[in-house]
């Protein structure tokens, strides 16, 4: 193989078999070393879900240029950040998912929780890695 043929392979299993080329997003990414699949603001890493939620709240809901402004952000990543959560991305529900799990597996969920999360077995642990 060739230098260009390795780094294209290298690349390829760095980002799960998705072509580094594949995300159409300019201030959105997943965040290097997270569990979660979906996409943060870059070099921010701020979830792209967090600025939806302040947008789309029952009370109190921010304007898009509030949220910019909170933040520290550009207008144009917010608006990017909204227009993927309206998409309705599967890997945001899947990441929702395998934390409803692991809360659940945890005792988190539990009323009488209290502060400290049940230990997991080797076994639980690997069920939830699988989600």
């Known amino acids: 193989m060739d230098g260009l043929t ?3 392979l290298d690349a390829t299993l760095y980002t ?4 580094t080329n594949a995300n159409p997003y300019k201030y959105l990414a997943r965040k290097p070393g997270s569990n ?9 890493w701020i979830s792209a879900r967090t600025l939806y939620g302040k947008y789309v709240r029952d ?30 991305p599967p890997e945001i529900a899947q990441d929702y998912a395998r934390e ?8 988190m ?6 502060g400290r999360p049940k230990l997991l077995t080797a076994q639980e642990i690997a069920r939830l890695r699988k989600l």
């Open 6 to 8: 390795v780094a294209a």
């Open 16 to 19: 799960g078999g998705m072509s």
């Open 36 to 44: 979660y699949k979906q996409l943060f603001i870059k070099d921010r």
């Open 59 to 88: 009370e109190e809901p921010m304007t898009l240029e509030e949220i910019a402004a909170d933040y520290d952000l550009p207008l144009e990543a917010v608006k990017e950040a909204i227009a993927y959560c309206q998409s309705n």
């Open 100 to 107: 409803e799990a692991r809360m659940e597996a945890t005792g």
């Open 109 to 114: 969920n539990d009323p009488n929780y209290d």
